[in-house]
């Protein structure tokens, strides 16, 4: 499965085929393979500084694409902590989280690193 990693997405590539594409608003093809889960981790904890405000919302897409990844990865213990902080910070109403966020993504590394 072929991975995007840009500014504005982040997660497998859901483009179906090779076809001629009419309307297609990619102008370069950032599709490549898939980083490994250690990475995504890392990134998603130097994220977490924009992790305020209107950047939650981003943050929460690309914690739900990490945990996409960790499940094709055969990962499920740390695709379920990141499950669960996408779940919270969905709900959340405070402003600062990133606290939360630095624990909960440290059980996901710690989860992972035992498997």
């Known amino acids: 499965m072929l991975w995007v990693d840009n500014e504005h997405y982040f997660g497998p590539d859901r483009r179906q085929s090779e076809t001629l594409r009419i309307v297609e608003r990619r102008r370069q093809n950032g599709a490549g393979s898939p980083p ?8 998603l904890r130097l994220r977490v500084l924009d992790a305020r405000g209107p950047g939650v919302s981003a943050f929460v897409n690309r914690v739900q694409a990490t945990a996409v990844l960790a499940e094709m990865l055969d990962e499920p213990e740390a695709a379920f902590e990141l499950n669960n902080l996408s779940l919270s910070l969905d709900r959340t109403c405070l402003d600062d989280v990133r606290q939360h966020i ?3 993504l440290d059980r996901a590394h710690a989860v992972l690193r035992a498997a």
């Open 102 to 104: 630095y624990t909960t």
């Open 36 to 43: 490994p889960l250690s990475t995504a981790l890392r990134q």
